[in-house]
Every structure is written in structure tokens, then in C-alpha cells.
């Protein structure tokens, strides 16, 4: 091979290198933005009035309040959450 197909192998070759790179760093962001989102959704309870508006609810309360149901006052309702 000659100089010139030595130097645009290298090239290639770097060049294929900064692209792995840049696409590590790019996944990496994607998924700690994708990860360290939390979830959040609106929730309500029935009582005998009717509905009742709690509010958004978020990541580990949420889950304890849907898995366990949710304390108010002395009171464990089971709530009902919708995404938004």
C-alpha cells in the first residue's frame, strides 16, 4: 500500500472512533434524562360525596400510595391516578 491509502485508512479509522464516542456520550444523556425523569400523575379517591381531587402525585410516594392506598387524616383510601 502506499502513503496515501496508509493516511486515509487512519482517517477512516479515527474518524470511526469519533463517531463511537460521540454516539456513547449521546446514549449516556438520553438515558439519564430518560432515567431521572420522574413519574408524576393526578389522582382522586371516591367518597361518599363524589370524587375527590388529591393533587399530582410522584415517583415513591406514588407508587406506595397506588400499592398501599393512601392516607388521609386516619383514613387508607384507594386512589385512582391518570398519566398527564
Same mark, same amino acid.
Given at each position: ?36 425523569? #420522574?413519574? +408524576?400523575? &393526578? ?10 381531587? *388529591? =393533587? #399530582?402525585? +410522584?415517583? &415513591? ?10 392516607? *388521609? =387524616? ?11
Amino acid at each position: 500500500m502506499d502513503s496515501l491509502a496508509l493516511d486515509m485508512n487512519l482517517k477512516n479509522h479515527l474518524n470511526q472512533n469519533k463517531m463511537k464516542k460521540i454516539s456513547i456520550v449521546f446514549l449516556s444523556l438520553v438515558a439519564i434524562v430518560t432515567v431521572s425523569c #420522574e413519574k +408524576c400523575q &393526578d389522582c382522586h379517591y371516591e367518597s361518599t360525596n363524589g370524587l375527590v381531587e *388529591i =393533587g #399530582e402525585i +410522584c415517583g &415513591d410516594e406514588l407508587k406506595d400510595a397506588e400499592a398501599n392506598g393512601y392516607t *388521609i =387524616g386516619d383514613t387508607v383510601v384507594t386512589i385512582h391516578c391518570e398519566e398527564h
